[in-house]
């Protein structure tokens, strides 16, 4: 298990160079509406903040007992994978909110199928088109990240 302080100065600082990633591509892109714009940094900010001690953890699990070259390639894939992950949960959740009000009851047949199709094509929508909002920044904060836990894994 990771250590609490690391794991919550890691979510922080993770939280922080995912948000930004977010935010300097939003910008980078002339979006007009800042209150989008703070919505959807805080959104990566968020799926950052969940996924760090997430892939953490994962990334001690695979590599345990092996080489740095190892533990900086699991580093890499845990974190990534966790951030994508959990970020592309939040935005479906989000996404599915904001469909709910056209859904079927709660907890019927109909229901439990808009659901399951809301949540996929939310989370396909995010790997498409919200992907792209961590380079370059986050890849180089994901870079970062790997070297740390590479040397700090011994």
């Not at 892109?29 to 969940?50: C, E, H, M, Q, Y």
């Not at 994962?58 to 390639?73: H, N, Q």
């Not at 904001?98 to 199928?113: D, K, R």
Request: net charge positive; aromatic share 16%; glycine share 10%.
């Amino acid at each position: 298990m990771p250590r609490p302080r690391a794991a919550l100065l890691g979510a922080l600082l993770w939280a922080a160079a995912m948000g930004a990633s977010a935010l300097v591509n939003l910008f980078l892109d002339n979006w007009v509406t800042p209150g989008k714009i703070r919505s959807v940094s805080l959104l990566f900010a968020a799926g950052g903040a969940l996924a760090f001690p997430v892939g953490l953890f994962a990334a001690r699990l695979v590599s345990l007992g092996r080489g740095s070259e190892v533990a900086f390639a699991a580093a890499l894939v845990c974190l990534a994978a966790a951030t994508i992950g959990l970020t592309a949960g939040l935005y479906a959740l989000q996404y599915r909110s904001y469909y709910a009000e056209w859904h079927a009851p709660a907890f019927t047949l109909t229901w439990g199928f808009q659901l399951a199709f809301t949540m996929a094509v939310a989370s396909y929508q995010f790997v498409v088109l919200g992907i792209r909002l961590y380079f370059p920044l986050g890849f180089v904060a994901l870079f970062a990240a790997g070297l740390w836990f590479a040397r700090h894994q011994r």
